[in-house]
């Protein structure tokens, strides 16, 4: 945080100091009950970036600024949920990692791999195939 960011937050808080500690003691709580490891951490970045938005000349019309820090907050919030899902959902499984198991695939993706090497044709091939017989039919009905 800059010292102008840090000027036009105090500001915005006005003179009184246990103001910003009081909207910190709340934010921390808020992060605490759901359920982050380093809630002083985010109640810290919370703050740079409302201070951030006060250097822009943003103003607080509210005479109460912890719904400002709280909508932020709930952004924050937001931003790191996501990075935790995107985090789990492109790590693959402990057992893949590991070594000791192979991804399993979708059944019908395992039937067509054993299909295709113990024919020897590729899976586009043998499509057009079943195509073609479906809509030439039997001998007896072609004329």
Not at 10 to 30: D, F, I, Q, S
Request: hydrophobic share 35%.
């Amino acid at each position: 945080m800059t010292p102008e960011e840090l000027e036009a937050l105090l500001a915005a808080l006005g003179p009184n100091r246990e103001k910003y500690e009081a909207v910190r003691r709340k934010l921390v709580r808020l992060f605490e009950w759901r359920g982050f490891a380093s809630p002083e951490d985010l109640a810290n970045e919370t703050f740079k970036r409302v201070a951030r938005r006060m250097a822009q000349r943003v103003g607080l019309r509210s005479t109460d600024p912890f719904g400002y820090f709280c909508g932020v907050a709930h952004l924050l919030y937001k931003e790191a949920v996501r990075r935790k899902a995107r985090e789990h959902y492109s790590r693959p499984p402990e057992s893949v990692r590991n070594g000791s198991a192979s991804p399993r695939l979708p059944a019908s993706l395992r039937k067509r791999q054993r299909l295709t090497a113990s024919s020897g044709v590729s899976p586009e091939m043998t499509a057009s195939r079943r195509a073609f017989r479906r809509h030439s039919g039997p001998a007896s009905t072609r004329r």
